[in-house]
């Protein structure tokens, strides 16, 4: 199985630290509404989601990796993806939490 470090919403001086170095850190969320609260936290701390650039949902294997959800980029001041000139981005994967699969189990229902 393919084993990765991923951060939590807590770990975000951590995150920074590993975007800064040039890395693509891992990231678990729960869901959207936690996605875009992490969004907004990050640009308290000088980092800002490129406007106008698409979530990337073929970034990773997605057989290989079902939870995997998008790749975000960002930089250090507001800025849209036309403006970029050449500007490096910085990224993070995002994962969302795996959803159980209900079955059905006929075995003790009345």
Known sequence: MFYQVR?????MSKII??????NIPCMD???D???NWFIR??????????????????ARDRVKEPEFEYRIAFYTSPVKA???NGKTPLFI?????????RTYDPVGEM
Request: proline letters at 4%; zero cysteines.
């Open 7 to 11: 951060f939590q919403t807590g770990e």
């Open 17 to 22: 630290d590993e975007m800064k170095k040039g």
């Open 29 to 31: 969320v729960y869901d």
């Open 33 to 35: 509404d936690e996605l």
């Open 41 to 58: 936290q990050m640009e308290n701390e000088g980092i800002y989601k490129i406007e106008d650039m698409p979530y990337d949902k073929n």
């Open 82 to 84: 036309d403006q970029l």
């Open 93 to 101: 994967d995002f994962y969302f939490e795996p959803v159980a699969d």
